[in-house]
């Protein structure tokens, strides 16, 4: 069992910039892949951004793309995601998730969420 717990969310101004943590808890899978989803008032949960276990592969949606950075600590069990250029279309709860398989596409536990909210 994994447990995983978000920080960092809050209220931020258009064009400002916030990071999240992801702190991971509990049975140690060496090799899983991580990521970020988020959920907007009314959406559907949309995938953010993930990493592999070693932090040299990372993949973004597009909306992010260039604003967002994905990376980990594995000796901490903590991941992150800088998020700078913050636009009001970010405004969502992020969820952050691990996949035991390493794979990217099986992702089996997830963190209860935190907000961010970007004013305009």
């Known amino acids: 069992q994994v447990q995983l717990v978000e920080s960092g969310g809050g209220l931020v101004q258009a064009g400002g910039s916030l990071r999240l943590s992801c702190a991971a808890s509990?049975?140690?899978?060496?090799?899983?892949?991580m990521g970020w989803f988020r959920q907007a008032p009314g959406k559907e949960r949309e995938f953010v951004s993930r990493?592999?276990?070693?932090?040299?592969?990372?993949y973004y949606a597009d909306s992010v793309l260039g604003r967002f950075t994905i990376s980990r600590d594995n000796a901490e069990k903590t991941m992150y995601l800088q998020m700078n250029s913050l636009k009001p279309e970010d405004t969502a709860i992020y969820f952050c998730?691990?996949?035991?398989?390493?794979?990217?596409?099986?992702?089996?536990?997830w963190g209860q969420g935190t907000q961010v909210t970007v004013s305009s």
């Open positions: 998730t691990s996949d035991l398989t390493g794979t990217g596409s099986k992702w089996s536990y």
């Open positions: 509990g049975r140690t899978y060496i090799g899983y892949a």
């Open positions: 990493i592999n276990w070693s932090g040299t592969s990372t």
